[in-house]
């Protein structure tokens, strides 16, 4: 299994940007496909998340400023960020979720300048 993500980087307050994570070795279309991040000194969290089916699911702190989506004929998860604000700085994971069985990407940095 490999998720590959790209798209990180540096922007500006109220600035967006746009995550892709590429996913190999799996059958993509059955799996829960997410993105997480991770903050320096805090916990992993989950940002969205969206299932095989399409159900889409969202931490309330990026409630309406975030948009997951998947293209699964191209095998690639992507999330939309906009407005974005400093404490979106984090390493931002994709995720791929089959029964409980969690595959992870190397991460993708996005860090939010005030």
């Known amino acids: 299994v490999q998720l590959v993500e790209s798209g990180g980087g540096l922007v500006q307050t109220g600035g967006s940007l746009r995550l892709s994570c590429a996913a190999s070795?799996?059958?993509?279309?059955?799996?829960?496909m997410g993105w997480y991040r991770q903050a320096p000194g805090k916990q992993r969290e989950l940002v969205a998340d969206?299932?095989?089916?399409?159900?889409?699911n969202y931490a309330d702190s990026v409630k309406g400023r975030c948009t997951i989506s998947r293209d699964n004929t191209k095998n690639t998860m992507y999330l939309q960020m906009n407005s974005l604000k400093p404490e979106d700085t984090a390493v931002y994971y994709c995720n791929a979720r089959k029964l409980a069985h969690d595959n992870w990407g190397q991460g993708t940095q996005v860090t939010v300048s005030s």
């Open positions: 070795g799996i059958i993509f279309s059955i799996y829960t």
């Open positions: 969206v299932s095989s089916g399409g159900r889409t």
